[in-house]
């Protein structure tokens, strides 16, 4: 997502809050302090999440390495994929996109 969110109201641009939507002035990207704090948080927590998340993908490649359980890593690594794929098609990732509507074209061609 962009830093500004953008409407088109005949033909003029207006800013609007990254958190709350509301109709913004000037070159900020939140309308208040709250709004502020609230995306500042909300951006620590994504850090924080990331660096999680790598941190357990380095277990899951150790574990790999070393040959335990590779059935349970399999099964984790499947999962992620396809939470990934599926953070990446509601973000509108364009290649996620078109994959998307070959496998749907794919489909329905099968269905008739």
């Not at 953008?6 to 800013?15: A, E, G, I, K």
């Not at 609007?16 to 302090?33: M, Y």
């Amino acid at each position: 997502m962009s830093k500004y969110a953008f409407t088109v109201t005949n033909s003029s641009h207006t800013l609007l809050c990254s958190e709350c939507r509301q109709p913004i002035t000037g070159d900020a990207t939140t309308c208040s302090p709250k709004c502020r704090k609230r995306r500042q948080r909300r951006q620590q927590e994504a850090a924080e999440a990331f660096t999680l998340a790598m941190h357990e993908l380095q277990v899951i490649r150790d574990g790999i390495k070393r040959g335990e359980n590779l059935t349970r890593a399999i099964d984790d690594l499947k999962r992620l994929q396809g939470e990934i794929k599926d953070l990446l098609l509601l973000a509108g990732d364009a290649d996620s996109l078109a994959r998307q509507e070959m496998f749907n074209a794919r489909a329905a061609k099968r269905a008739g």
